[in-house]
């Protein structure tokens, strides 16, 4: 699942995407509530999680932003705030669940996997599969096909194909890579990039007419279908 995390707290913030990537969720994020309604507004997120208490524009009225909006996706707000009235404030705002600071992570986890289940659309096949020309991934069942032809991947050339089918059309930059997929928030100084999109060029374009994965010299790569 594509989510957004919303989180001013580069501690929390890190520890949260981490936790959701490791059980294979793709995560952006954003430090301030106005960078997370320009993402929310313009990318097909499918859940959001987001802080109440946020600089630039709050957490409530940046939900209440993209309700007024028509967003539908399912929002889960985080907050240290945890009165009863508190809790009913982020409800009405728009909210569609609320998770007091602290919280275990486990929990997080469970109530992001209730809230796909309810949400716009949630296990619908429009949820769970991602197409590019004649390329096709299943989150569900974890299965890649291109032209009907079964491409077996490891777990990270999975990951790796996902997060660039999520920006297919875009250029994707090494460091989008690095912190999408590995998690990491600096330059390892490794080829571990080079190395992963080689294997996954040679699985997904080798045995095709046209290639589907390039590489923009100087700036990184990009995954779409050319004229």
Same mark, same amino acid.
Do not use: C
């Given at each position: 699942m594509h989510i957004l995390i919303v989180e001013d707290?580069?501690?929390?913030?890190?520890?949260?995407? *981490?936790?959701?990537?490791?059980?294979?969720? +793709?995560?952006?994020?954003?430090a301030n509530g106005l960078e997370g309604l320009q993402m929310a507004s313009s990318l097909p997120f499918e859940l959001a999680i987001v802080d109440r208490m946020l600089p630039k524009l709050d957490g409530l009225a940046l939900v209440q932003s993209l309700r007024a909006t028509g967003r539908k996706m399912p929002v889960l707000i985080l907050s240290a705030l945890g009165e009863v009235d508190d809790r009913i404030t982020g409800l009405r705002a728009g909210?569609?669940?609320?998770? +007091? *600071?602290?919280y275990h992570l486990a929990e997080?986890?469970?109530?992001?996997?209730?809230?796909? &289940?309810? $949400?716009? $659309?949630?296990?619908?096949e429009a949820n769970t599969k991602l197409r590019l020309a004649d390329l096709e991934l299943d989150r569900m069942t974890r299965r890649v096909t &291109?032209?009907?032809k079964k491409i077996e991947l490891t777990a990270r050339e999975f990951q790796?194909?996902? #997060?660039?089918?999520?920006?297919?059309?875009?250029?994707? +930059? &090494? +460091?989008?890579l690095l912190e999408g997929v590995w998690d990491y928030h600096f330059d390892p100084q490794t080829n571990v990039i080079d190395v992963h999109i080689?294997?996954?060029?040679?699985?997904?374009?080798?045995? #095709?007419? *046209?290639? @589907?994965?390039?590489?923009?010299?100087?700036? $990184?790569?990009? @995954?779409?279908?050319d004229e």
């Open positions: 707290d580069q501690v929390a913030r890190d520890y949260l995407a *981490k936790g959701l990537r490791e059980v294979g969720h +793709t995560v952006d994020v954003a909210g569609d669940d609320y998770l +007091t *600071k602290p997080l986890l469970a109530r992001v996997e209730a809230l796909a &289940r309810r $949400g716009d $659309g949630g296990g619908s &291109r032209g009907g790796l194909l996902e #997060f660039m089918m999520r920006h297919s059309g875009q250029v994707v +930059t &090494r +460091t989008m080689s294997r996954l060029r040679q699985a997904i374009d080798k045995d #095709f007419e *046209k290639p @589907l994965l390039h590489t923009v010299r100087g700036a $990184g790569y990009s @995954l779409r279908e």
